[in-house]
T-cell receptor, first 114, second 115 residues
């Protein structure tokens, strides 16, 4: 059973471009969480999704950021018109249900905006 | 190999008693150390971190953690547990990797506080 897979591992974008980060949860997992880690900071929660639904997006910036978890395929975190401040590591985690189950983390995508 | 260990899958504590959730690490260099908590139906939340300085760091919700370099440990503590502290707790270590860094995570410890 493969773990949580994130791709790409490294992504370089110029200011103003779009960044798409993909997360394939563990097999059988229908809950996905996205986190951002800025340099020198801990992880910050962004959004919690179940299949086709956004459950909690309280940590998501109001503009330029969106997330989806379609019925088929990976979860996508999309950042439009990237700026230098978006440079960070983005982590995805999945679990097989909400509540107190263990969440498994991917290795992260490092986004660099130049 | 670099690793983070949370030796207890589950910790049970009576409300009002002190609690400790253990974390030890095996990494090279001087790591940054973190604790996170996951409440039911919520994403991970950052609790506290150690980078440098005082070995005792204080974080959210009354939690604190003590960095012990000789024992390579970073145990999470709270003087008086609340039922609402029941959650899943993760220890993490950030270490340099090439020109960036890597997060290494513990497996998590389920904390159950009984009334």
């Amino acid at each position: 059973n493969a773990g949580v897979m994130q791709n790409p591992r490294h992504l370089v974008r110029r200011r103003g471009q779009e960044a798409r980060l993909r997360c394939s949860p563990m097999k059988g997992h229908s809950h996905v969480y996205w986190y951002r880690q800025l340099p020198e900071e801990g992880l910050k929660f962004m959004v919690y999704l179940q299949k086709e639904n956004i459950i909690d997006e309280s940590g998501m910036p109001k503009e330029r950021f969106s997330a989806e978890f379609p019925k088929e395929g990976p979860s996508i975190l999309r950042i439009q018109q990237v700026v230098r401040g978006d440079s960070a590591a983005y982590f995805c985690a999945s679990s097989n249900r909400g509540g107190d189950t263990e969440a498994f983390f991917g290795q992260g995508t490092r986004l660099t905006v130049v | 190999a670099q690793s983070v260990a949370q030796p207890e899958d589950q910790v049970n504590v009576a409300e009002g008693n002190p609690l400790t959730v253990k974390c030890t690490y095996s990494v090279s260099g001087n790591p940054y150390l973190f604790w996170y908590v996951q409440y039911p139906n919520r994403g991970l939340q950052f609790l506290l971190k150690y980078i440098t300085g005082d070995n005792l760091v204080k974080g959210s919700y009354g939690f604190e953690a003590e960095f012990n370099k000789s024992q390579t440990s970073f145990h999470l503590k709270k003087p008086s547990a609340l039922v609402s502290d029941s959650a899943l707790y993760f220890c993490a270590v950030r270490v340099p990797m090439d020109s960036n860094y890597q997060l290494i995570w513990g497996a998590g410890t389920k904390l159950i506080i009984k009334p």
